[in-house]
């Protein structure tokens, strides 16, 4: 399969140089100019998705080698970059930083390799001036594969940015495709691992509607476009689509709301193209499971930052006890884990009752625990995963509990540092990683067979 898709690849030399920023302004000012744009990421991070979907109206999704390899990356961007004029790819920390901290394996170069996409630095030009020029000579010469085709200036003003400009194409003959001023009031503010999530930013939408106006002033659109053009045909094997693992139509409850909001949208998809229906609820709001619901799937989140509104939803913890005690099957991942609990600390120590599902209480550690990819192997429980399957995911999480579970072994690459983990069994799956199913398309099509026989036994 050989298609035609113009695509762009956005780093930096390392995070907070303002790729997301520059992301959603291309993202925005390109909706403003009528030209059509698909969004991604590059890694494991679910909370840039949600400002490119902000920006677009329509979701974003992942692109992580670790997760899928390079073959199967290619596949899922074409099935969302064919129909765009322009696919835009955010990158993740500094351009060239992969896995273990001394690898370039799941980096952003090497996703724009495997995508044969060119990259587009953003620079931020705020505290230097020709010693901005040895920077990104040494990024754009680091790989005898030179994938720097252009270069973004941030925090840049308006009469220092010519001389930046000049300097840096008559010197290192690479494009500059425009800068960013320094925007006051574009607020994107952080918390733990990134930003805060679009939804608790104040008039997020009119702040992208400002940083699109902005950036069609003072990016050059069309050069972007120009090389994200210059770009062979995207080829990929013939796309592999699962086929159906049900007779019929499960129906898989998704928890939808500000505590559940962290999903990979291949995930989501792919339990749709094996015969799942998602439809979603609220632990928050809604009264109890939807009744249709074969199956529950509670993503991650931030429940902490929601433990009264979840603890005073009485009927809705009592409606999943009761529901998971009858034998649906359910996939509780980080946060979804955490709800399963008995009780939900938030950062000052204070207690909240949770859906008591699993013994345990969780709490606020202060740091990060466990953090980073990892592949996860059975040790015990049930087949849901079976002996000589393993599934990969990814661990962020600054809480944690005293029953983090021991059915799953869990092992990073390259430091080979293991850990148990996870509380598992034919039906079930509860713990901190959040787990890639395309990685185990054969567990994920057991969760859809298991929520149809359990639908069939309700009826």
């Known amino acids: 399969m050989r298609r035609n898709v113009p695509r762009l690849v956005i780093a930096a030399p390392a995070s907070g140089s303002g790729k997301t920023l520059v992301t959603c302004g291309i993202l925005a000012a390109m909706k403003k100019a009528g030209r059509r744009a698909a969004a991604f990421k590059c ?13 677009l109206g329509t979701p974003s999704k992942n692109l992580d080698t670790f997760f899928a390899g390079q073959e199967l990356t290619r596949q899922l961007f074409l099935e969302d970059a064919a129909q765009a004029d322009l696919s835009i790819v955010e990158g993740v920390m500094g351009l060239y930083d992969g896995l273990g901290g001394c690898t370039t394996q799941a980096s952003t170069w090497d996703v724009a390799r495997t995508l044969e996409a060119p990259v587009i630095l953003v620079v931020d030009g705020a505290k230097s001036s020709v010693s901005v020029l040895a920077l990104i000579k040494g990024f754009a010469d680091f790989m005898e594969d030179r994938r720097v085709r252009g ?66 002033e003072t990016l050059d659109l069309d050069l972007l476009e120009k090389i994200g053009a210059e770009v062979p045909q995207m080829e990929a094997a013939e796309a592999w689509i699962p086929g159906r693992v049900s007779a019929g139509q499960p129906v898989i409850a998704v928890a939808r709301d500000p505590a559940f909001t962290f999903y990979y949208k291949d995930n989501l998809r792919l339990l749709e193209k094996l015969g799942a229906v998602l439809i979603p609820f609220s632990p928050m709001k809604d009264s109890r499971i939807p009744e249709e619901a074969d199956a529950l799937l509670l993503g991650g989140g931030y429940p902490e930052l929601h433990g009264g509104e ?32 008995e ?17 345990g209480r969780s709490h606020y550690t202060g740091k990060l625990s466990r953090f980073g990819y990892i592949t996860l192997t059975p040790e015990g429980g049930g087949d849901l995963l079976k002996p000589e399957e393993s599934i990969r995911g990814h661990e962020f999480h600054y809480m944690d509990t005293n029953g983090n579970g021991e059915d799953l072994l869990a092992r990073k690459p390259v430091t080979d540092r293991v850990w148990t983990c996870g ?37």
């Open 43 to 55: 890694g494991p991070d679910y909370i840039d998705p949600m400002f490119h979907e902000t920006v």
């Open 423 to 459: 509380h598992t069994s034919d039906i079930f799956y509860a713990g901190f990683p959040h787990l890639y199913f395309y990685s185990c398309v054969e567990a994920a099509g057991r969760f859809v067979r298991k929520a149809e026989e359990y639908g069939r036994k309700r009826q």
């Open 343 to 359: 009780e939900l600390e938030d950062r000052k120590g204070k207690p909240y009752q949770m859906a008591g599902v699993l013994e």
């Open 310 to 341: 979840l603890e005073d939803n009485v009927s809705m913890r009592r409606s999943i006890r009761d529901r998971l005690g009858e034998g649906m099957p359910c996939i509780a991942e980080c946060g979804g884990f955490l709800y399963l609990l």
């Open 151 to 216: 270069v973004i200036f941030n925090r840049v003003s308006p009469m220092r940015y010519p001389a930046l400009k000049a300097m840096t194409e008559e010197q290192l003959g690479i494009a500059v495709c425009g800068y960013l001023p320094r925007m006051e009031e574009i607020h994107m503010e952080s918390r733990h691992l990134g930003l805060v999530m679009p939804g608790e930013i104040r008039d997020m939408k009119e702040q992208m509607e400002r940083l699109g106006q902005t950036c069609l």
